[in-house]
């Protein structure tokens, strides 16, 4: 398992993505929550696109689906664009579809406490600053 230690330059973009759902993923366990599922993905009825939920956690009785954006500062200057505001309109409708998927495959009502969270990972200087914004994207 890599460490947040490790530079990120190193890694291709696939190599950084999971590696900053390591990262959230260890974050929300030390919060206290319990890990459902990861990378579940569901593909879009009639279409040739799938949506995926990067991790599906537990904290009390509320299901959270999680996007993992992760970026990194170049040559020490921020990216332009925070993680999370990669999280766009399409992306967002993806998401509340691919959430609504899990549920069903797993009976449960959708009219159960769930949300979709986002948790933001920017690396900076070989270090992870985490944001984690709960309840994020709205669904109804």
């Not at 993505?17 to 990378?39: P, S, T």
């Not at 766009?88 to 797993?106: H, I, T």
Request: overall charge positive.
């Amino acid at each position: 398992m890599l460490s947040p230690e490790v530079k990120a330059k190193d890694m291709n973009t696939k190599q950084i993505g999971r590696f900053g759902e390591r990262v959230a993923e260890r974050y929300l366990k030390d919060k206290g929550y319990q890990i459902l599922d990861k990378n579940y993905v569901f593909w879009i009825p009639g279409s040739p696109q799938k949506g995926e939920i990067d991790i599906v956690a537990k904290k009390s009785d509320i299901i959270s689906f999680i996007e993992v954006k992760l970026a990194k500062n170049v040559r020490g200057s921020p990216p332009n664009i925070s993680p999370e505001e990669r999280v766009n309109f399409g992306k967002q409708r993806k998401l509340v579809r691919a959430a609504e998927s899990w549920l069903m495959a797993r009976k449960i009502p959708l009219n159960s406490k769930w949300q979709i969270d986002v948790i933001s990972v920017m690396m900076d200087k070989g270090k992870a600053k985490i944001r984690h914004f709960e309840n994020a994207i709205p669904y109804c």
